[in-house]
Nanobody, 117 residues
Framework: QVQLVESGGGLVQAGGSLRLSCAAS????????LSWYCQAPGKERELVAA???????YYADSVKGRFTISRDNAKDTLYLQMNSLKPEDTAMYYC???????????WGQGTQVTVSS
């Protein structure tokens, strides 16, 4: 039973940066995969990035080279560093946790990221 709480979203100009955080209620040493998803209005929720206990990572092609996912197991926290933000990055961003990539068992409430031109 894991609760996830995101923070760090906001309004930024194109080219700017944000750092999203996701605090877990349980030790993330016991969670195999932590992920970030995004969902824009009228769009399906999409996987942005994922990180395993091994620190192996996955990134969607659209964010490679711009976003970095990391996990601090001692602090039970997941991060997403978002650089060189584009207006098309505008979406609600959700933290997720589970055993298998693409099939989360737990979701956070989301944090809004808005990138202006």
């Amino acid at each position: 039973q894991v609760q996830l709480v995101e923070s760090g979203g906001g309004l930024v100009q194109a080219g700017g940066s944000l750092r999203l955080s996701c605090a877990a209620s349980a030790s993330i040493f016991s969670i195999n995969v932590l992920s970030w998803y995004c969902q824009a209005p009228g769009k399906e929720r999409e996987l942005v990035a994922a990180i395993a206990l091994s620190n192996s990572t996955y990134y969607a092609d659209s964010v490679k080279g711009r976003f970095t996912i990391s996990r601090d197991n001692a602090k039970d926290t997941l991060y997403l560093q978002m650089n060189s933000l584009k207006p098309e990055d505008t979406a609600m961003y959700y933290c997720a946790a589970g055993i298998v990539v693409g099939w989360p068992d737990y979701w956070g409430q989301g944090t809004q990221v808005t990138v202006s031109s």
